[in-house]
């Protein structure tokens, strides 16, 4: 992802009333880069954001929770204006 820039990927939640937990797995270089990273509904080519973590470091911790009702969603990983060259990262969408 190029500075500036923000990546989207949809995912659907099956079944209504479970935990769905977001992790950024790894971010870089640096690897101690802080990124923003939420959670939304798909509306075309964008991610009508609904929930948005504070900035986040990649690790092993949860950075958003909640429960979802059944549907599309996407997840957003962006520059909170700290890149300043292009990076790559992982984020893990659980739901149980």
């Known amino acids: 992802m190029n500075p500036g820039g923000s990546d989207s990927h949809n995912f ?4 209504s009333g479970g935990q769905v937990n977001v992790t950024l797995t790894a971010a870089g270089p640096p690897a101690t880069i802080f990124m923003g990273v939420g959670v939304g509904t798909p509306s075309g ?52």
């Open 45 to 96: 080519a964008t991610c009508s954001l609904i929930a948005q973590s504070p900035p986040s470091q990649a690790g092993t911790a949860t950075v958003l929770s909640g429960t979802a009702q059944a549907g599309a969603y996407c997840v957003t990983v962006f520059d909170i204006g700290n890149q300043t060259a292009p990076i790559t990262y992982s984020v893990t969408v659980s739901h149980f």
């Open 12 to 15: 659907n939640v099956a079944q």
